[in-house]
C-alpha cells in the first residue's frame, strides 16, 4: 500500500498548557481527515519520525512554542513534499497545455474526459483548492481549510511558530 507523509498546520492558544494543546490538536486533525477516510484514503496514524526529524509526542505533535527548531524542519520538509506532488501533477495538465500550443497569447485547452489519468490529475489540483484532504498534500492548514496558501500566510506561520503546532501523520492510500 502507498503511504504518505501529512503536516498538518493547527493554530494553537499559547496561553494553554502543551498536554491541553497536544489533545486539542489531535482532535482538530482527526476530525479533519476522519470526513475523508474510506473516500480518499484508507487510513491515517501520527508519525513519531517524519522526513528525518525525531517527533517525541506520541500523536506526532510538535508545537512551534517548544521546538521551534523541529518544528520549521518538518514544516519545510512537508512544504517541500508538497512542491515534488504539485511538480508531478501539474506537469501532467502542462504537458497537454504544451501539445495545444498555437503561438497565441490565449492558448486552447481540450480536456479530454476519457482521459482518466488526466482528469485525475486536474482533480487533484482542484480538490486541493477547494479544501478536501488527498493523501499526498504534504501540507495542510486547518485555519485556511485547504493545502495552498499564499506566500504572506507561509511567512506569518513562520514568523509566528509559538502560534502553531504540526501533527504529522500517515496518510494511507485506499486499497
Not at 4 to 12: E, K, M, R, Y
Not at 28 to 41: A, D, I, P, Q
Not at 56 to 78: H, M, Q, S, T, W
Request: charged share 20%.
Amino acid at each position: 500500500m502507498k503511504s504518505n507523509n501529512l503536516a498538518v498546520i493547527v493554530p494553537v492558544d499559547e496561553r494553554q498548557n502543551g498536554d491541553s494543546l497536544k489533545t486539542q490538536v489531535w482532535a482538530t486533525v482527526t476530525s479533519l481527515l476522519t470526513k475523508y477516510l474510506g473516500k480518499y484514503y484508507g487510513s491515517f496514524f501520527p508519525v513519531q519520525k517524519a522526513w528525518d526529524s525525531e517527533i517525541k509526542n506520541a500523536f506526532g505533535i510538535v508545537l512551534g512554542r517548544e521546538d521551534p527548531l523541529n518544528f520549521l524542519n518538518l514544516y519545510a520538509e512537508a512544504q517541500h513534499t508538497q512542491q515534488k506532488a504539485t511538480d508531478f501533477h501539474l506537469g501532467i495538465l502542462l504537458k497537454e497545455i504544451e501539445k495545444a500550443d498555437t503561438g497565441k497569447r490565449v492558448i486552447p485547452i481540450v480536456i479530454d474526459k476519457e482521459n482518466e489519468s488526466l482528469m485525475f490529475h486536474l482533480a487533484w489540483k482542484v480538490l486541493a483548492e477547494g479544501g478536501i484532504v488527498l493523501p499526498d498534500y504534504g501540507v495542510y492548514y486547518t485555519q485556511q481549510g485547504k493545502a495552498f496558501i499564499s506566500e504572506a500566510e507561509e511567512q506569518h506561520i513562520i514568523s509566528h511558530v509559538a502560534d502553531y503546532a504540526i501533527c504529522v501523520v500517515r496518510v494511507v492510500d485506499l486499497g
